[in-house]
Every structure is written in C-alpha cells, then in structure tokens.
C-alpha cells in the first residue's frame, strides 16, 4: 500500500482516540469543578478559563499536540500500543475516589493548607518536598495519593499530559541515533506514567526507575512489567557511579525543585552520564514562551500549590545546562510542556 495512505491509516484512528480521551477528562474536570462550586464557600474551586481567545488559543494547541502524537506513531517513533490505557479499571473505580479527594484539595486551596502530611511517611526526604504539591493529599507520600496521582494530572491538562511526555521521545531521538542497547536513568519518575513509552520505544540493556517517593515507586513497581530496576533516590544526589548511563531523563521533575536543587540535579545528570550520553528534560512551558499563556502560568503555582514554580518560569536553564558542561543543547516547548536535550561531549 502506498506509504502516504498507510499513514493517513494510523494517524486518523490514533487522533479520534486522543480527542476521546481529551473530552473524557475535559468532562471529569467539569464534574469536580461543578461539585467544588455546590460546596462554596467551604472550598475554593480549581480555575475554570472562560477567556474565550485564550480557550480558542489551547483547543488549537490541544489538537496540534494529538495530531503530532498520531504523526509520532504512523511515523515509528514509537509504537501503536502506547496509546492503549495502562490501567482502564482503575480509571473507573478511581473516579468517585477521585471526585471525593477533590473536595479535601478544594478545601486546602480555600484555607491555604500546605503542609498537611504525616511526618512518619516522609522518612529522610528533604525539607522543601514536606508539602502538599498541587494541594494533593498527602503530598506524594501516600499510596492513595501515588494511586489517583496519574488521573488527576490528566484531568488538569485535558487528557494531553502523556502526548506531551511522549514528545520528549521524538526530541531524543531527532538528537540522537544510539547504536546499541541503551542503559536509561528515569529520575522523578512518579508512578512510571512515562516509563511504560520510553521502554517501547528504546531498546535498552537497563533502565532504572527512580524517584524520591517510596509509595509512588512502589506503585510503579506494581504496575510495569518487564525489565526495570526500581531505585528510591534523589535527583540531586544519585546513588549511581560516574558515568554509568548513555539516557538520563526526567519529566515535569523540574519546577517542582529550589533552583539550587534543579542545578544540583543537572550536574548529577553530567556525572552518571557516559561520554556521548544524553540528557533529556520535559517540563512546563516558561515566561514568554507563548506570552498568551503568560497569565495561566501566573495563576498554576496559586491555584495548585507549586512554591517553586514562578522562579522556574524564570529559570534560564539552558544557562545551568552548559555551566554543567552539557553541549549541543536544544530547546523547544509545544502547548504547555517545554523540551530540552543536551549531550556530554567530555
Ligand atoms: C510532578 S511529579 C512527575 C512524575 C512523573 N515524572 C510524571 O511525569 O508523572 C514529580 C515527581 O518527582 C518526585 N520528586 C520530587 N523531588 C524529587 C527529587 N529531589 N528527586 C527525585 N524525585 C523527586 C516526586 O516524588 C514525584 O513523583
């Protein structure tokens, strides 16, 4: 069959799927925001945008992405089966979970409530992780909280968050042909939402799954099969010796850090690195980027507990990359996430 038609065959189907997916969590969204409102004024509900422009200005960003994943797939970037969803069940049962915990985040976003969390839970994790990110309950230190987390991202960004995490497979790739079996570091990899693509699409000799959270780690463990090693660490201080690894990557790790913490981690990034190895960074759009956007970015850290996230906006991180002394780095952002990959050359 002509290679054009071929194409035109996945691209569609996988399209329709994502926009389904889109109006599903676009819809879970409406649901939690309408049942926050009933309760008001005893909590504080998510932002709902009703800028007409600038919702015009997503819808288009939200199918420029979908239509880049479907490309993605019909052109080999990565396989067919990353769009199939890795828990279908859990999606259902963890709906009325999900819509119950929204209330308890409504309520600490109204009282201002950030730091709400079991200090047994937290063990040796440092002082700026004690806090409930996103006004998430138990912050990420809880087993209920690793088990709705992945839900709950996608209902807050329309059901595009793993496209978005995928794209960062397309930067890795355009920047880098690996020869041969891949030794891959995932840091900050939550419960292994980006894990399951990245092992589709790299052939790899190891790939360790790391974070810093034991409750997300352990339900990632639950949930990947096949040939993973998990490690709890810290980005900014990795159990790991010089130059173990060809791939080091994370995934909206960053805005979450200290700028301190963020340039610490880079560095380590460097010293597990392997010479000709690559790291490789998604994470959110800055200031300026889409200057549309601006305003949301500036709204995100308030209405979602993110202390470090307005000084990330303003990080010039492509400067803390080569100060490391990464080279050949290389920037570009698509809707609301940004990109970076940057090789060790020494
Ligand atoms: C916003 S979540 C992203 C998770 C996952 N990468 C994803 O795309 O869904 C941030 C993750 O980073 C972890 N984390 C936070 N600070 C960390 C640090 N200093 N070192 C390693 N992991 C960290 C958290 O436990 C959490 O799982």
């Known amino acids: 069959m002509h290679n054009a038609l071929m194409k035109q065959l996945i691209e569609r189907p996988v399209l329709s799927v994502n926009l389904a997916k889109t109006l599903l969590y676009t819809f879970e969204y409406r649901a939690i925001y309408y049942l926050s409102r009933s309760f008001a004024p005893f909590v504080k509900p998510p932002h709902r945008e009703r800028r007409k422009e600038l919702i015009e200005h997503l819808r288009n960003k939200v199918i420029e992405i979908h239509k880049i994943d479907a490309e993605n797939i019909a052109n080999d970037v990565y396989p067919i089966d990353v769009i199939i969803p890795k828990a279908s069940g ?39 992780l004690n806090r409930n990110y996103h006004f998430q309950t138990d912050g990420y230190f809880s087993t209920d909280s690793a088990k709705l987390y992945e839900q709950q991202v996608e209902i807050l960004f329309s059901g595009t968050a793993a496209p978005m995490r995928r794209r960062l497979i397309q930067k890795i790739k355009e920047a880098s042909k690996f020869s041969k079996p891949i030794r891959i570091l995932e840091v900050g990899a939550g419960v292994g939402t980006a894990s399951f693509d990245f092992a589709k699409s790299f052939k790899y000799s190891s790939y360790v799954v790391s974070d810093v959270s034991s409750p997300y780690l352990e339900v990632a463990k639950n949930r990947l099969k096949g040939r993973f090693e998990f490690v709890r660490a810290k980005g900014e ?74 000084d990330y906006t303003l990080w010039d991180a492509s400067k803390s990359i080569d100060d490391a002394g990464f080279r050949d780095i290389q920037s570009d952002h698509k809707l609301l996430s940004k990109y970076w990959t940057a090789k060790k050359r020494e």
Not at 111 to 127: H, Q, S
Not at 253 to 268: A, D, Y
Not at 276 to 285: E, L, Q
């Open 90 to 128: 859990d999606h259902v049962r963890n709906f009325p979970k999900l819509l119950l915990d929204s209330l308890r985040i409504s309520r600490r976003r109204k009282l201002n409530v950030k730091n709400e969390i079991n200090e047994e839970d937290l063990g040796d994790v440092p002082d700026y």
């Open 237 to 310: 201080d990795l159990p790991f010796k010089d130059g173990e690894f060809d791939l080091v990557f994370s995934v909206y790790l960053f805005h979450e850090l200290p700028r301190s913490v963020r340039e610490k981690v880079i560095k380590e990034a460097y010293r597990v690195l392997k010479k000709d190895g690559m790291m490789a960074i998604c994470d959110s759009i800055q200031k300026d980027d889409d200057p549309l956007l601006n305003e949301v970015l500036e709204g995100f850290p308030l209405d979602y507990h993110e202390p470090f996230y307005k």
